[in-house]
């Protein structure tokens, strides 16, 4: 096979990390940003709660109504290096509605920060809100979901052998949803991308969940708009079939009808889809 990466040349590889072929693009993000808006100004929450030391390590917490109730934490996406918790607030409405309370973390971006810097940022907004759920008014039983970017530290954070570090236990975590994660990262590194992560070939070796199957991890989601390009289509078969192959409770999934985008802001948060009711479920509601 000829190419850079699975024969790819290099405006095919390019092509598969980009957002240029989303129909309506900046609409979807007019979309998103409105709807984000009018949840902060319609939905109880607080902004901005630090949960490490950095000035990125920060949360948007959305109070479910009952207390007790469940944690969702989400990860945003932007490939490291762009967007906000602020973009996502818009994921209150159905979880909250669910009864599920919800914290949209920040952290640390590219270029300021390495990707294991970030990896760790997110590592402290867990413990954070394991250590700190009661004094929320939440329970202890932890979720975590992420999109892009975010779904590839979602996946990191699934495998249990990082909690301890942190004084946690080793389920902290009851489960997790990764939503068009980037579970290699060699073809990242030879994209266009690598302009701006300029990720180092220890980054890609030392934080590709493809090649750091855990002994044992949460329970896992890994879904895909069955509309996004392909390389996002074979990393997400190929992280769940490798985990299944290690005996890891792990379900996939191809979400019908929906693009890089439009896979969280109409499947993950639209309780009628079966992305958000697969979340909802795995919660235990």
């Not at 270029?111 to 809100?129: E, G, H, K, M, N």
């Not at 068009?180 to 980054?203: M, N």
Request: net charge negative.
């Amino acid at each position: 096979m000829t190419g850079i990466w699975r024969g790819y040349d290099q405006a095919a590889l390019n092509a598969q990390f980009t957002l240029d072929t989303v129909l309506d693009r900046e609409a979807l993000f007019a979309r998103r940003i409105a709807w984000s808006r009018q949840v902060r100004a319609d939905v109880l929450h607080r902004t901005g709660i630090a949960y490490g030391p950095g000035p990125a390590d920060r949360l948007d917490w959305f109070p479910a109504p009952r207390r007790g109730s469940p944690v969702l934490m989400y990860i945003h996406g932007g490939f490291w290096r762009s967007l906000d918790a602020a973009t996502f607030s818009y994921l209150a409405e159905p979880f909250v509605a669910a009864g599920i309370n919800l914290a949209v973390i920040d952290y640390p971006l590219i270029p300021t920060v390495t990707l294991f810097d970030i990896v760790a940022s997110c590592q402290r907004a867990v413990a954070w809100l394991h250590k700190n759920a009661a004094g929320l008014g939440a329970s202890d039983r932890l979720y975590v979901a992420g999109n892009s970017a975010g779904g590839h530290l979602t996946s990191i954070l699934a495998d249990h052998a990082w909690t301890a570090a942190h004084g946690l236990p080793e389920g902290a975590i009851k489960g997790v949803c990764a939503i068009s994660g980037i579970y290699e990262l060699e073809p990242i590194r030879l994209c266009h991308e690598q302009e701006t992560l300029k990720l180092t070939p220890d980054a890609v070796a030392a934080l590709s969940p493809r090649r750091h199957v855990p002994r044992a991890a949460a329970p896992t989601l890994f879904a895909v708009g069955a509309l996004e390009t392909q390389e996002f289509l074979d990393q997400n078969r190929e992280i769940a079939a490798a985990w299944r192959a290690a005996g890891l409770a792990c379900e996939e999934m191809e979400v019908p009808g929906t693009n890089h985008v439009t896979v969280v802001l109409d499947g993950f948060a639209k309780p009628g889809n079966v992305l958000h009711q697969a979340m909802v479920r795995m919660m235990g509601l």
